[in-house]
């Protein structure tokens, strides 16, 4: 950034140095994620009624579902126990989340509603489980991410997702759409966003809101939200 600033200002003046490519280390550039839209995540959902083995479509969407509308990482999801879910209080327990943390997560109670029916599809299809997983692969065993994601990879596929810009939609990206749309609903809603950062922080199971920042900067959506703002708080300009 600085030597394309440095760039445009030796046109300005000839005296301006640009600084040498090898001056600092090179760093990975930062993956920016696909926000999905509703008709997105509704598109995956839909695409796994091609899934021959109707449990095991019922187990893909549930989780699209769940991802989708609480922003658990993929492995939260699939380590959860069925033990893990309170239906009385409607929130669901991740224990040792990543860097070891353990948090409640509040459900909506259409997400806890499409998971007490999974519940009740998988205690048909195994009436005599004792894996204690939550979600379960045909084989009875606990889902395992390399198993998960060429899945979900092939759902993108039906889904007709697989072009999309600016890259081919992740399963973790679900995760960034999640704190993405908490942030735009917040704006929207006339909320104090830097009051409730915090709390979405906490609720996406991160060290500090430095980490969630990582997750929302320069995304097209919040930059538009942020331009009528601030269009919103000049008012006509002369």
Sequence with gaps: MVRGLARYARTIDARTEIPPKDVLPQIRPRHQPYIYSDADVTALMTATRRIRDPFRAHTYRTLIGLLASSGMRVGEAIALDRTDLDHERGVVTVRDGKFGKSREIPLHSTTLEALEEYARHR???FPRTRNLAFFLSLAETRLLYKDVHPAFLRLVEGAGLADRKPHRPRIHDLRHSFAVRTLVDAYRGGL?????????????????????????SAVPELLGVAARRLESSLGELP
């Excluded at 104090?192 to 929302?216: A, K």
């Design 123 to 125: 205690r048909r299809r």
């Design 192 to 216: 104090d966003v830097e009051r409730r950062l915090p709390l979405l922080s906490t609720y996406l199971g991160h060290v500090s809101p430095s980490s969630t920042y990582w997750y929302l």
